[in-house]
């Protein structure tokens, strides 16, 4: 059986860049980003994990981008197209943005403004023709998904932000005649979104190197579904179930689960599996090709979806209605395994209502599954326990979706909490800890913390609330938070586990 390949024991933090501090208002990839990899080498940490990189549409929401090749300008380092000379020295200097969250309404326009006076200084002679050489290979190189992603953004611009659904019919449907007066008359604005794409490929690039000469890799993740409102859509709607009028004959969601007692409505249009096949998966293997490129391990989002997905009439209000419905199966991962090699380097994101075949088909590919510690409490036989773990797992005390951990616990009953303790062998005094240390000690290959746990956070730093459409992703760390003396103690707990980079472990002869 094929098994992806990481290290026999190693650890890692999520942390969007998003969630990084600095002064323009939202964590990017600038000078705070390099400081945070070598925190993690300070850690002893093997990875840094992410959420999606795309361009941010509805709700802000990483899962709900624009693109799923495209990288969210949002990102973009100021000082470092400052340091370029694309900006002029201080630019934003004006600007006074919360230090703790992201206000989305004032950053987007703001970075927005710094791509446009980036192009134009760009095209005036900044940078000479070294960089204009690079600009060029790079639209020639990302050619089969770049073009339609700057075409659409530009269209959606020019229409004021309207949705896709609610494009000209001519627009949406992409009649030549129509697409061709507007691509024209967009020539500029074009240009400006292909520009804005090569800045955030050479300054996540040039991270992703730093992060590597520090040993520490990265874990990207892949939203199964991409947005209505999305370049993926407009380009290829033949690969997706949708009407006559290109509007979803059925939306994608989740029956009610952990975190909602009607299901999750999460509206994504649902894919056409047969079409396809038709073409070997050509636009998921190109898709995961472009976020390897990005990343060293993908945590691919909503597993149980490629076994069978949960299918909800587009015209009903929430996902209690829905149906499961086959989806590729092995049929994808063949052509993953084709295209990519024997060792696919995913982890399987299997939460959730769980069946027989969702396992069978992770286990047919070596992937690692997931444990969230959140879920742990119940009988001794849930799997979630640490006691139960397979080794080829990856252990989370939780994840993005989660409350914090002190968050969690304060929830919890007295009867739950007496049953942790009862587990622990002590009082909880400091949940969070306490989680951090069953999941480094756990058998599970890898054990990731969100940096809210290592921080000790409560409720008020959670990154996301499913179900809840407004109010997400706007959480950002502030170096004050960091108590003395923690980046001592994860290092000092990831080497007593057995989990600095390089780990080994010792087979027993008794097994």
């Not at 992806?4 to 501090?21: C, D, E, I, M, N």
């Not at 690079?134 to 959606?156: Q, T, V």
């Not at 979806?305 to 209605?321: I, K, M, Y």
């Amino acid at each position: 059986m094929p098994t992806t390949k990481f290290a026999p024991r190693s650890s890692g933090v999520l942390l969007h860049p998003t969630s990084l501090p600095g002064p323009y208002g939202v964590g990017d990839l600038g000078p705070e980003a390099y400081r945070w990899v070598l925190t993690l080498e300070a850690m002893k940490q093997s990875w840094w994990q992410i959420l999606p990189l795309g361009p941010t549409g509805a709700g802000n929401s990483p899962y709900q981008t624009f693109s799923a090749f495209a990288g969210s300008v949002t990102l973009l380092s100021p000082e470092f197209l400052e340091r370029d000379g694309l900006l002029p020295a201080g630019f934003g200097s004006e600007q006074h943005f919360r230090a703790d969250r992201v206000e989305y309404e004032r950053v987007l326009p703001f970075k927005e403004a710094a791509v446009r006076e980036a192009w134009g200084r760009f095209k005036g002679g900044v940078g000479g023709p070294s960089l204009r050489m690079d600009f060029d290979a790079y639209c020639a190189r990302e050619a089969s998904w770049l073009s339609d992603y700057a075409s659409y953004a530009a269209i959606r611009d020019a229409l004021g932000g309207q949705a896709l659904a609610d494009w000209p019919r001519d627009l949406r449907e992409r009649d030549p005649v129509a697409i061709s007066a507007i691509e024209s008359a967009t020539a500029d604005e074009i240009g400006r979104h292909r520009f804005g794409q090569f800045l955030f490929d050479r300054q996540w690039a040039a991270l992703k190197e730093f992060a590597a000469e520090h040993g520490v890799k990265v874990i990207g993740d892949a939203p199964i579904f991409v947005a209505l409102d999305s370049a993926d859509v407009w380009a290829n709607p033949g690969e997706y179930l949708l009407d006559a009028d290109r509007r979803p004959i059925a939306v994608a969601g989740v029956p009610p689960d952990y975190f909602s007692p009607t299901g999750q409505h999460w509206g994504n249009p649902l894919y056409d599996w047969k079409a396809m096949e038709a073409t070997g998966f050509a636009w998921w293997v190109a898709r995961l090709k472009r976020n390897f490129r990005q990343v060293d391990l993908i945590r691919l989002d909503h597993f149980r979806g490629f076994a069978a997905a949960w299918h909800v009439p587009a015209d009903e209000p929430t996902a209690l209605n829905g149906k499961w419905v086959e989806g590729p199966r092995r049929k994808l991962f063949d052509a993953f395994t084709a295209a990519l090699g024997e060792h696919l380097p995913i982890i399987a994101e299997d939460l959730g209502l769980i069946t027989p075949d969702v396992t069978e088909l992770r286990e047919a590919y070596g992937l690692p599954g997931m444990k969230v510690l959140h879920f742990m409490l119940g009988e001794p036989s849930n799997l979630y326990w640490p006691h139960n773990y397979e080794r080829l797992s990856v252990v989370y005390t939780g994840t993005h979706d989660n409350d914090t951990s002190a968050g969690w616990y304060a929830s919890l009953t007295d009867a739950q909490r007496w049953q942790l303790g009862e587990y622990l062998g002590h009082a909880v005094t400091d949940p969070a800890n306490d989680l951090l240390r069953l999941a480094w000690a756990s058998t599970a290959k890898l054990a990731v913390a969100p940096l809210q746990d290592l921080l000790g956070l409560g409720s008020e730093a959670r990154m996301n609330v499913p179900g809840v459409g407004a109010g997400n992703w706007t959480w950002r760390f502030r170096p004050e938070q960091m108590p003395g003396g923690m980046v001592e103690r994860v290092a000092a707990l990831t080497a007593r586990t057995n989990r600095v980079p390089g780990a080994k472990v010792a087979e027993s002869s008794y097994l």
